[in-house]
């Protein structure tokens, strides 16, 4: 049947948002209310006449609550087929009423354990009856409404109000529809927060990963292609998930990709000295760090000039007034930064198409979790390369320099995040170039050099600041030529992981040629 008109409605939610006015638009039709605890209370003091379910169902809430509505009263009158006189013969014969209308969300659990609950608190907040309920009415949606989101309550009300109190098959199918996604959503919290949270497993034998949709996106990364953000249930703090976004067009496919790739890289640095990193196809093509935010943004501009050009930038202090005007003065998609002071902001104001967004803290690079991709026909799960720099091994005849080894630990850092093959120039503090993505370390070890000339001819330098550099490379050298590279782009100093087969003739080449070299005995590759 397409109209069912509502006689009677359970309703029981821990989000009460709206669900007085919902019960006040229900009375109006003449719909019997029926409510539990918490919601039978917030009606009644709206003055509005509730019936309890343990009116209705003979049995009164018990077992602190655990059992309320998990009876045949409750559930025969969301199930029973309108159309299959069998069924209705025995709600006849056991006392059972339809219900024609149910308004339920769940338990907060992934509030609870956002707020740092223990075991007990946590195991509490997951709601039985609540999913019940939803999952019955949801199944029978050819006679039952279900609604499980305050956003729809006052389209229901008009459907109602211009239906004389009925509801339509389409909108119960919608309601459907959604209900079984979040009780899904909500099931697959809780199995995720048991996998990883409680019991500590990596990879368990079936992989929950509780998703909501954010906003659909104008395109994917190309303009055929259709894309939106999902959010996840227990999203870090500073992460994108958390963001505010304060003005300038929507955010794309590519700007939140590329500002993903430059708040993890800049998180790095969040308890260092004011730093700025510039993004571009996901790859950083300059960070520095400064005295001040806008000494650094100056000098990571300067690593690569060109490519900054449309860039994404990250910071890792507020955003004063003096940078802003600075980065003002390139087109630039986004910033990010964990606030913003009213200088910043006025001057911001004034490109109406730049996207700031603001983070709060920033997360702690050094957090665990895991990372999803997908393949054709399967995905891959990791946990996060959240590796830190430990003892370095030196391995050369000379030790680095204290210079140095703040050079190549600069270095180093920048190029976790770079893709591989990934080489990195470093000195005082900034990326003097960066080699991003090639199929050889060679190859990566000549373009950021050459993209260091480049940068020093366009500055007007008198050399390029490779010399006298840090290098970092990502992987081992497996052969000493990238090193060899290296050593005529001007570096002193550098920093591997060590590993190969070949590790003798590549330290003997930096013997060779006075370079100090570290090993770190740990890689970072970033596909």
Sequence with gaps: MDQVKVARALLSVSDKTGVVELAQALARHGVELVSTGGTAAALRDAGLDVRDVADLTGFPEMMDGRVKTLHPVVHGGLLARRDAPEHMAAADAHGIGMIDLVVVNLYPFAATVAKGADRDTIIENIDIGGPSMVRSSAKNHASVAILTDPADYAAVVAEMDAGGGATTLATRRRLAAKAYAATAEYDAMIASWFAFADQGTMFPPSLSVPLKLGQELRYGENPHQSAALYLPAFAPQGSLADHRQIQGKELSYNNLNDADAALELVSEFRDGPPTVVIVKHANPCGVATGATLVEAYEAALACDSVSAFGGIIAVNRPLDGPTAEAISGIFTEVVAAPDADEAALAVFARKKNLRLILTGPLPDPARGGMMLKTIAGGALLQARDNGRLGELKVVTKRAPSDREMADCRFAWTVAKHVKSNAIVYARDGATAGVGAGQMNRLESARIAAWKAKDAAERAGWPEPRTIGSAVASDAFFPFADGLMAA?????????????????????????????????TGMRHFRH
């Excluded at 570096?491 to 100090?516: C, H, K, M, N, Y």
């Design 487 to 519: 050593v005529e782009a001007g570096a002193t100093a550098v920093i591997q992981p060590g590993g190969s087969i070949r590790d003798d003739e590549v330290i003997a080449a930096a013997d060779a040629a006075g370079l100090a070299m570290v090993f």
